[in-house]
Every structure is written in C-alpha cells, then in structure tokens.
C-alpha cells in the first residue's frame, strides 16, 4: 500500500515536471536588471518632496518642518487633538526632544494592548517607497512597531535615502555587516484582507502613521 502511494506521487511530481518543461522550451530567456537610477533627485533636498507625496497617498499624516522646534512643536498639537491618554516611548533618545510635560507624562511607558500611540524614531526614511525604516535596535523591542495602533516617527531630512537597496547599504555600513534582530519597512497604516477580503486596518501594524520631518538635524537622533 505505501509502496503504491509513493508511486503515484512519483508518477504526479513527473507530470507536473513535465508540463513545466514543455511551457518553457522555447520562450525567449528574459534578462532582469537593475534599474539606470532613481527616479528621484539623490539629493537629501530632492528626496523629502518624493517620500511625503508617496506617504501622503496612503497615510495624508506627514509633516515638514525647517526646525526641530517646528516640528516639536506641530508634534504637540497633534495630542490633544487625538485625545491620547496612554503613550508610550521606549527610545532613551527621544526624551531630550519632547518637552518636559510631554515626556514626563509619557517616557518609558511599557507599550501595551491599552497604548493609543507609540512614538520612535526611523532608521532610514526611504523616498522611493514612502516608506520607514525601523529596527530593534532603537528599543530592543518588536512591540514598539506593531501593537500600538498609531505611530508617531520623529527624523531628520538627512535620515532620507532614495531606495531600499541604498538603505541597506547604509544599515551595513552603520552597523559593520552585523545587522539588528528586526529590520522592517512600515509603509503605510497596516492593511489586511485575508480573511472573506474583507479589508482591517491595524491587524499586523499600526492603523494610523505619522512622520515628523525636521530640515534642521535632530542632535541625539
């Protein structure tokens, strides 16, 4: 009985084997390479217009500051506005950035199911995508990047790279080729729609993104 159900597996995977050879045979190879360039300006000025539109498509919560005060400052509107009780920020280097009645509030807040926004910082904001850059090394922790439903990124315009690959480039560049636990790309609110298509927001991630973009470079970032 095994012996014959072995058999008929042989016999099915050398069909199959046999199909996939005959639709191929003949076809023309197709060589895939590499892009020319960006098609963005590779100036640190030329990406941030191209990583907000891209942000903007899909999450409309970025904004653009010339100062860090500036954009500190656009960063607190946005609490009362949202009504948040309970922030969490796990990152050591963001206390010096937020004024004292704000972090004192909120400052190594473990992130929990009850957290309502979780505020980091980015590895590498990528223009060519829209998209953050984030690791484990900014807290030692995965939670801070997907149990929070809305996250707030505060970076400077010179953490901007053009693509992914450049990113990667300079995270091994950074880190000496021994990467961090964890590196993941949030693109936009988390979306899902496994289940009967039906489209969730904040399955796997956050279901809001906000990006706070300083021109003037962040000190401890």
Known sequence: MLQNNLTDQAT????????????????????????????????????????????????????????????????????????????????????????????????????????????????????????????????????EFVVGPSQVVLESESQISGTVDSAMDGMLNRFDGKLPMLISCISAPNRNADIEKTLILGAHGPRELYVFISKEKFNNL
């Open 12 to 143: 099915a995977r050398n069909r199959i084997l046999e199909r996939i050879k005959k639709a191929t045979t003949g076809r023309p190879r197709i060589d895939i390479t590499q892009p020319a360039g960006l098609f963005v300006d590779e100036s640190v000025a030329g990406l941030t217009e191209p990583f907000v539109k891209l942000l903007n498509q899909v999450a409309e919560n970025s904004v653009v500051g010339d100062t860090t005060e500036g954009v500190i400052v656009e960063f607190n509107r946005l609490i009362p506005e949202k009504a948040w009780k309970n922030i969490s920020c796990q990152e050591p280097n963001m206390a010096e950035l937020l004024p004292n009645k704000t972090y004192s509030l909120i400052f190594n807040r473990e992130v929990t199911w009850e957290t309502e926004a979780v505020i980091t910082g980015g590895e590498v904001l990528i223009a060519n995508t829209g998209s953050v850059m984030v690791s484990t090394t900014q807290s030692q922790s995965r939670r």
